[in-house]
């Protein structure tokens, strides 16, 4: 049951993430002293449209036992558990 939850979310991509936040720094390489510039974005999603997209995800493993039934809804709470406490989600509570 791991490998095909694993499997499919391997396979699956997510959609609806914008940028919210752009930082540049400004550092001095230590060998050569020379300046180097960076820039970083900060992306987000909403968290009702990550669930949705986790769940729609989720339902595409099948289980084909009582013991495998058991396992899925194990890992799916694991995953739904994950996927709402992920680094950066937007979203109202």
Do not use: C, H
């Amino acid at each position: 049951m791991a490998k095909k939850v694993t499997g499919v979310v391997s396979q699956t991509s997510f959609s609806g993430f914008s940028r919210l936040k752009t930082f540049w720094t400004q550092v001095q390489r230590p060998t050569d002293g020379k300046l180097e510039y960076n820039m970083y974005a900060l992306y987000g999603i909403d968290k009702q449209i990550l669930l949705k997209q986790v769940d729609s995800m989720l339902k595409q493993v099948k289980a084909e036992s009582p013991e495998e039934e058991e396992a899925l809804e194990d890992m799916e709470r694991l995953v739904r558990a994950s996927a709402a406490k992920v680094g950066v989600v937007v979203g109202r509570n």
